[in-house]
T-cell receptor
Framework: AQKVTQAQTEISVVEKEDVTLDCVYETRDTTYYLFWYKQPPSGELVFLIRRNSFDEQNEISGRYSWNFQKSTSSFNFTITASQVVDSAVYFCALSWPPGNTGKLIFGQGTTLQVKP | DTEVTQTPKHLVMGMTNKKSLKCEQHMGHRAMYWYKQKAKKPPELMFVYSYEKLSINESVPSRFSPECPNSSLLNLHLHALQPEDSALYLC????????????FGQGTRLTVV
């Protein structure tokens, strides 16, 4: 069965600290797609990254970086030098069937609070 | 333009009312989605439209009726809802239904009284 686990329910940091959000997934498929979305208080889900199972390269986008490790079935997300605007709920997700865009198996989300 | 626009932002309706939620995108996307999100929970897929045809219905009760009048518009018609249907309803679109990512609107916060 497919499953995504975000064990951290809430994280609170002070501005400029680095923070890592954990994501562990389960799937029997050899081809699969993982996503991270950000949901600020305004409600919309903001797409951050999509990664397929064949690409294990870590990715960096500004202050954001992602560490994909198939050996541990993890797809962790790090924010460097956090800012108040990073405060949001972050969801990790796995698409099912593999490649399917709309049917996302979400983790329960991690609420990040960045204090000034 | 990477926006998905949803109206209204907030809606309060009685259990006997009929109302509609509207979603619009002008990105040329051919797939559109409705999700339901309860407080402190992840979103749950309700419907998928692909090329204006309903392709997935996640066993949603018939009091929710989707409609896709054209490739840019997606509606969700509501009738005889229950208080437990109160939630954030999110619309999303994507270029196609596979191997891409979805873009979400800000949602409609629905309260059923």
């Amino acid at each position: 069965a497919q499953k995504v686990t975000q064990a951290q329910t809430e994280i609170s940091v002070v501005e400029k600290e680095d923070v890592t959000l954990d994501c562990v997934y389960e799937t029997r498929d050899t081809t699969y797609y993982l996503f991270w979305y950000k949901q600020p208080p305004s409600g919309e889900l903001v797409f951050l990254i999509r990664r397929n199972s064949f690409d294990e390269q870590n990715e960096i986008s500004g202050r954001y970086s992602w560490n994909f490790q198939k050996s541990t079935s993890s797809f962790n997300f790090t924010i460097t030098a956090s800012q108040v605007v990073d405060s949001a709920v972050y969801f990790c997700a796995l698409s099912w069937p593999p490649g399917n865009t709309g049917k996302l198996i979400f983790g329960q989300g991690t609420t990040l609070q960045v204090k000034p | 333009d990477t926006e998905v626009t949803q109206t209204p932002k907030h809606l309060v309706m009685g259990m006997t009312n009929k109302k509609s939620l509207k979603c619009e995108q002008h990105m040329g996307h051919r797939a559109m989605y409705w999700y339901k999100q309860k407080a402190k929970k992840p979103p749950e897929l309700m419907f998928v439209y692909s090329y204006e045809k309903l392709s997935i219905n996640e066993s949603v009760p018939s009091r929710f009726s989707p409609e896709c009048p054209n490739s840019s518009l997606l509606n969700l018609h509501l009738h005889a809802l229950q208080p437990e249907d109160s939630a954030l309803y999110l619309c999303a679109s994507s270029p196609r239904t596979v191997n891409t990512e979805a873009f979400f609107g800000q949602g409609t916060r629905l309260t059923v009284v």
